[in-house]
């Protein structure tokens, strides 16, 4: 075969590699469509509480998914500490802060590469590797079907593929589904109006975000150039001027793409609502402030975490194969205090927290 005829043939592989490259990308959704526990939302929505009206810190802990040899790690440490930093920076407004109670490695090859989070049996064996008490953020290196998945709206666990690291708030946005929060063009209780007369009770249930048309993509009606929505689908009225959230941390818009870096005053007051009223969130909150001690742990899983003073007291001895983390905004190691872990590990860190 000539030369010319051979460089012409690679070309062409070279098209369809990328034409499928490019498939599998537009494919894949930022997210998935995790499940609302209406039970959970009923309690949220009996007693909602104001953006800002509370000031909590909340435990996560993280995981590193990599191979069973321990190569193809998902996040690196430079990556984990700017989306932590991230995490804070959004839900700073809120007076919600987190505290990073501690990172470990699963070496895991099914679970790295090929867990396919609609499939409970999958994810079962991921929360098998939750610490109590934590909202527990899982990195996978490659996730088949989506960018990152909560599983259900709210849990005290998500995952998100490398490829979505730092991209569209990713981390923020399932962790927004953990506290309580559907996408902004959620259908599950129905389609909002544009009007918002249904805004309470359809779409994502919070009023000061406008009717999401995203939920029609795919369809004929449905058009956009860039961060401008120009399609006309109709909402359950029969209206087509959408004026879609194209900021909003909740929606999909950062595909389009578009600056994604808010939340609204209403997705902060359902956060908080949702924060203070499900059972394995108000496990993740952190005290006022502890004295701990006296205590010999030598296995198991301890996060004590204060907001504000974190002091031990008496005998503090922390060995073996314990996990721990300690933290607190001020942190008083008395006489007494050993941690020497021969298998495990003690993480001890001041909180970043602004309040």
């Given at each position: 075969?000539?030369?010319?005829?051979?460089v012409?043939?690679?070309?062409?592989?070279?098209c369809?590699?990328?034409?499928?490259?490019?498939?599998?990308?537009?494919?894949?959704?930022?997210?998935?469509?995790?499940?609302?526990?209406?039970?959970?939302?009923?309690?949220?929505?009996?007693n909602?509480?104001?953006?800002?009206?509370?000031?909590?810190?909340?435990?996560?802990?993280?995981?590193?998914?990599?191979?069973?040899?321990?190569?193809?790690?998902?996040?690196?440490?430079?990556?984990?500490?700017?989306?932590?930093?991230?995490?804070?920076?959004?839900?700073?407004?809120?007076?919600?802060?987190?505290?990073?109670?501690?990172?470990?490695?699963?070496?895991?090859?099914?679970?790295?590469?090929?867990?396919?989070?609609?499939?409970?049996?999958?994810?079962?064996?991921?929360?098998?590797?939750?610490?109590?008490?934590?909202?527990?953020?899982?990195?996978?290196?490659?996730?088949?079907?989506?960018?990152?998945?909560?599983?259900?709206?709210?849990?005290?666990?998500?995952?998100?593929?490398?490829?979505?690291?730092?991209?569209?708030?990713?981390?923020?946005?399932?962790?927004?589904?953990?506290?309580?929060?559907?996408?902004?063009?959620?259908?599950?209780t129905?389609?909002?109006?544009?009007?918002?007369?249904?805004?309470?009770?359809?779409?994502?249930?919070?009023?000061?975000?406008?009717?999401?048309p995203?939920?029609?993509?795919?369809?004929?009606?449905?058009?956009?150039?860039?961060?401008?929505y120009?399609?006309?689908?109709?909402?359950?009225?029969?209206?087509?001027?959408?004026?879609?959230?194209?900021?909003?941390?909740?929606?999909?818009?950062?595909?389009?793409?578009?600056?994604?870096?808010?939340?609204?005053?209403?997705?902060?007051?359902r956060?908080?609502?949702?924060?203070?009223?499900?059972?394995?969130?108000?496990?993740?909150?952190?005290?006022?402030?502890?004295?701990?001690?006296?205590?010999?742990?030598?296995?198991?899983?301890?996060?004590?975490?204060?907001?504000?003073?974190?002091?031990?007291?008496?005998?503090?001895?922390?060995?073996?194969?314990?996990?721990?983390?300690?933290?607190?905004?001020?942190?008083?190691?008395?006489?007494?205090?050993?941690?020497?872990?021969?298998?495990?590990?003690?993480y001890?860190?001041?909180?970043?927290?602004?309040?």
């Amino acid at each position: 075969m000539h030369l010319k005829a051979i460089v012409k043939m690679k070309n062409k592989l070279l098209c369809i590699l990328l034409l499928f490259c490019a498939a599998t990308t537009v494919a894949q959704k930022p997210c998935g469509d995790p499940k609302m526990d209406t039970a959970a939302m009923a309690r949220a929505e009996a007693n909602l509480v104001e953006a800002r009206a509370v000031s909590a810190m909340v435990r996560v802990y993280f995981h590193i998914l990599k191979d069973n040899d321990g190569s193809n790690a998902a996040i690196t440490t430079t990556q984990l500490q700017q989306e932590f930093r991230q995490l804070l920076q959004d839900y700073a407004p809120n007076n919600i802060c987190f505290a990073f109670m501690g990172v470990d490695s699963i070496n895991n090859t099914f679970l790295n590469n090929t867990l396919d989070s609609d499939n409970p049996a999958h994810v079962n064996q991921l929360a098998a590797f939750n610490v109590p008490g934590c909202i527990n953020i899982y990195y996978s290196f490659r996730l088949p079907k989506y960018g990152g998945n909560a599983f259900a709206i709210p849990n005290d666990f998500c995952i998100i593929a490398a490829g979505n690291i730092n991209l569209w708030r990713s981390i923020s946005h399932e962790v927004g589904h953990c506290l309580g929060l559907s996408h902004t063009f959620s259908r599950a209780t129905g389609e909002e109006n544009i009007n918002g007369t249904n805004c309470a009770t359809a779409g994502d249930r919070v009023c000061d975000t406008p009717a999401d048309p995203y939920s029609h993509l795919g369809e004929d009606c449905f058009s956009n150039s860039g961060c401008l929505y120009t399609g006309s689908c109709p909402d359950p009225t029969g209206a087509t001027l959408f004026s879609p959230p194209y900021n909003n941390i909740m929606s999909y818009w950062g595909g389009a793409p578009c600056s994604i870096n808010q939340f609204t005053n209403g997705q902060y007051s359902r956060a908080n609502s949702f924060l203070l009223s499900t059972p394995e969130l108000l496990a993740t909150l952190s005290a006022a402030d502890i004295t701990y001690g006296p205590v010999t742990l030598n296995s198991g899983t301890h996060m004590p975490s204060a907001v504000n003073n974190f002091t031990t007291s008496g005998s503090v001895l922390l060995g073996g194969s314990i996990r721990a983390g300690l933290q607190g905004r001020v942190i008083r190691l008395n006489p007494g205090f050993r941690a020497n872990p021969s298998s495990g590990q003690v993480y001890i860190r001041g909180t970043e927290c602004a309040y």
